[in-house]
Nanobody, 124 residues
């Protein structure tokens, strides 16, 4: 069982930046591919970006390409999502997810574990 805890959400003006972190309870995060998803009110949970278990592969949803960057530190069991040039449409609850021994996964149904989410609100 892996517990994931997100942090770093908050309120920011359009054009600003936030850095989300996801801390894992696993003895080693190294065998898990990690993903970030988000869910806005009244909408389905959608893929934001993902990173393979080794960190060698990353993939981003089109709306965030060039603005968001995922990184991981397997030694510290953490994964981060750096969000720059935020837009009001980025407002959502952001979730990190993990899938064991996998490449990048893009569908929520593929995740084995989820965090509780952290709210990101971008004002115009």
């Amino acid at each position: 069982q892996v517990q994931l805890v997100e942090s770093g959400g908050g309120l920011v003006q359009a054009g600003g930046s936030l850095r989300l972190s996801c801390a894992a309870s696993a003895r080693t995060l190294a065998r898990y591919a990690m993903g970030w998803f988000r869910q806005a009110p009244g909408k389905e949970r959608e893929f934001v970006g993902g990173i393979s278990w080794s960190g060698g592969a990353q993939y981003y949803a089109d709306p965030v390409k060039g603005r968001f960057t995922i990184s991981r530190d397997n030694g510290k069991n953490t994964v981060s999502l750096q969000m720059n040039d935020l837009k009001p449409e980025d407002t959502a609850v952001y979730y990190c997810a993990a899938k064991e021994w996998s490449g990048v996964f893009t569908r929520a149904q593929q995740a084995d574990y989820w965090g509780q989410g952290t709210q990101v609100t971008v004002s115009s």
